[in-house]
């Protein structure tokens, strides 16, 4: 049994790859160690020695904590996630994301709003995934004829947080309205809506707001709650294992990086902009999203929109483009396939993780929208 070493640091994005890495590593009979960063983290020499390793799989912000470099691994096999060049000292094998297609999604979701004016506000290190989705943010831009800002007062102060984005506020209060922000990450912005609360500007009606990353702790926590784009961190650790296993078979292959796409833009109340009087609505919405997959009935929505059943469906309906029973099982579905693209959750209990109440009423939801069963749409996952 070959023993696959997989150094991570220990936090919330970087540990929903280890479910991809682990159901490769259970098909291909593998034996996988967790090395987190800390403290008293194990040198990678000490490591590879102690389990007498196969090869590695390494999280680049482990390496970014850390402080090693790409020489420390040796030449065993080993397969980096999203890494920083500069960690690199020669040419490597590994999974990134793909960057340009996370910056396409977002720019979807904000061009929809049909506002004039739009901006990008990026990350305070020059990582070239944040300059790619800035550059794709002003390609999608132009081609729309529309106007696009780029923060760019603090690129003097790179790698300093306070001094990169101190000016954010004021340029975020001068920006012309309505404006759709792109920003870098969940955590820029948070920044941006923290920024618009200071500057007492209506978010989404003013500003509308989306990330990148889907990290839940601060999107669902976020006032109002963030549209986040979601990588597919899953299928990210599943390629990650898939490529290292080519390399401990063919060692002598040459280096190869391979990108590992997104899931989907996950819709909250940053970018969905509500005309006056439908605030009932917008909790309707966000009551859907939060509570569908607890198996909710339209008559639980109904007493949130108020006044008759026919009154309220049309309202509902007019807002959301949908039914209320619709909504419920387009977020359901949604959901379902965020767990077929996890290859760890076994598709006969997925159903009962959406709010159904036995796998045939998934199965054929599942495929009135999608055309596909659940297993081909697994299986059409895995092969992208």
Same mark, same amino acid.
Request: some cysteine.
């Given at each position: ?22 159901? #490769? ?74 960057? !340009? ?13 049909? #506002?004039?004016?739009? !901006? #990008? ?43 990169? #984005? ?169 959901? !379902?396939? !965020? ?46």
């Amino acid at each position: 049994m070959k023993t696959v070493l997989f150094f991570r640091r220990l936090w919330r994005l970087s540990s929903r790859s280890t479910n991809g890495i682990y159901q #490769y590593a259970k098909n291909a009979g593998w034996r996988v160690r967790m090395i987190e960063c800390g403290r008293n983290a194990p040198s990678p020499r000490q490591a590879i020695e102690g389990w007498r390793a196969d090869g590695c799989i390494v999280d680049g912000p482990f390496l970014d904590r850390i402080g090693w470099k790409q020489d420390v691994f040796g030449d065993l096999p080993t397969v980096f996630i999203d890494a920083s060049r500069a960690n690199m000292t020669r040419p490597y094998s590994g999974v990134e994301n793909d960057a !340009a297609e996370c910056a396409r999604l977002a720019m979807d979701e904000l061009l929809s709003l049909g #506002y004039g004016n739009y !901006a #990008y506000v990026g990350f305070m290190e020059q990582t070239e995934w944040a300059e790619l989705r800035r550059k794709i943010f002003e390609t999608r831009i132009a081609k729309a004829g529309k106007k696009g800002h780029v923060f760019l007062e603090g690129v003097e102060n790179r790698g300093r947080k306070d001094a990169f #984005y101190g000016g954010l506020d004021s340029w975020i209060a001068s920006l012309p309205r309505p404006c759709g922000i792109f920003a870098a990450n969940d955590r820029v912005a948070e920044m941006v809506l923290s920024a618009c609360r200071i500057e007492n500007i209506a978010v989404p009606e003013s500003i509308a707001v989306i990330g990148v990353d889907d990290d839940e702790t601060i999107c669902e926590n976020a006032e109002p709650t963030l549209t986040s784009v979601r990588p597919d961190f899953e299928g990210c650790g599943y390629k990650a294992a898939e490529l290292l296993d080519k390399i401990m078979k063919r060692p002598s292959r040459r280096p190869e990086v391979v990108r590992y796409g997104c899931q989907r833009v996950v819709r909250r109340n940053s970018t969905r902009v509500f005309k006056q009087g439908y605030a009932a609505i917008r909790d309707a919405v966000e009551y859907v999203r939060l509570n569908a997959c607890r198996g909710i009935s339209p008559a639980e929505v109904l007493k949130l929109v108020g006044g008759s059943r026919r009154s309220a469906e049309v309202r509902f309906r007019d807002f959301t483009g949908r039914s209320i029973g619709e909504e419920i099982t387009s977020v359901r579905i949604e959901t !379902a396939k !965020a767990l077929l693209a996890d290859p760890s959750v076994p598709i006969d209990m997925i159903y009962a993780r959406c709010g159904y109440e036995d796998p045939s009423s998934l199965r054929r939801a599942f495929r009135m929208t999608t055309s596909l069963s659940l297993r081909e749409y697994r299986l059409a996952h895995l092969a992208r």
